[in-house]
């Protein structure tokens, strides 16, 4: 079984840039997480859905961050403008339902903004 | 202060040492525990999950719960190079999809 699938694996943009990242939950996995880690930090989340709805994103910054989750697949996460202070590992995650605890991390996306 | 606190490390021990790892926590709410592995430039992996105190055992991992005094910890007996990575602990009090991660500890096993 194919698990969490990113792209791209890394990113380094200019400050001011747009930027955006692609996750592949795993199949049948209705719960879809997009966490972001700092370097020698724990992965903080930023949004999650439940199929195609976003049920908690109180802590994605909605200035500039913005994601979607279209059919309840697949999801996009898209920073605009990036700031320096966005340089992290962005992760993606799944699990068959919030209340499974079980997640499933992908390999992640390191964003450099420069 | 965090809700969920580990010492940053690096833990080094030799080959076939018994590592010990720990993470304290303030929310008493807190009552499923998990255990992330993560090698450099990789995702979390799903090591150890326990709900509620106790002891759980899986090949040459321990996970163990304390909820009393809000501590868990993870052994890993026989230790191998390979273990070398940073190992997370995260929890949850249940709420859908809610888990507060530590920082992390990175553990090195020298030959």
């Known amino acids: 079984e194919a698990g969490v699938v990113q792209s791209p694996r890394y990113k380094i943009i200019e400050k001011k840039q747009p930027v955006a990242f692609w996750c592949n939950p795993i199949?049948?996995?209705?719960?879809l997480y997009w966490y972001r880690q700092n370097l020698g930090q724990g992965p903080e989340l930023l949004i999650r859905?439940?199929?195609?709805?976003?049920?908690?994103d109180s802590q994605l910054p909605k200035d500039r961050f913005s994601a979607e989750r279209l059919k309840g697949v697949d999801s996009t996460l898209k920073i605009q403008p990036a700031e320096l202070g966005d340089s992290a590992v962005y992760l993606c995650a799944s699990s068959l339902g919030a209340r499974n605890t079980e997640a499933f991390f992908g390999q992640g996306t390191r964003l450099t903004v420069v | 202060q965090k809700e969920v606190e580990q010492d940053p490390g690096p833990l080094s021990v030799p080959e076939g040492a018994i590592v010990s790892l720990n993470c304290t926590y303030s929310n008493s709410a807190f009552q499923y525990f998990m255990w992330y592995r993560q090698y450099s430039r990789k995702g979390p992996e799903l090591l150890m999950y326990?709900?509620?105190?106790g002891n759980k055992e899986d090949g040459r991992f321990t996970a163990q719960v304390d909820k009393s005094s809000k501590y868990i910890s993870l052994f890993i007996r026989d230790s191998q190079p390979s273990d070398s990575a940073t190992y997370l602990c995260?929890?949850?009090?249940?709420?859908?999809?809610?888990?507060?991660f530590g920082a992390g500890t990175q553990v090195v096993v020298t030959p």
């Open positions: 859905y439940e199929n195609e709805e976003a049920v908690d």
């Open positions: 326990t709900y509620s105190s």
């Open positions: 995260a929890m949850s009090d249940g709420s859908w999809g809610k888990f507060q």
């Open positions: 199949s049948g996995h209705n719960t």
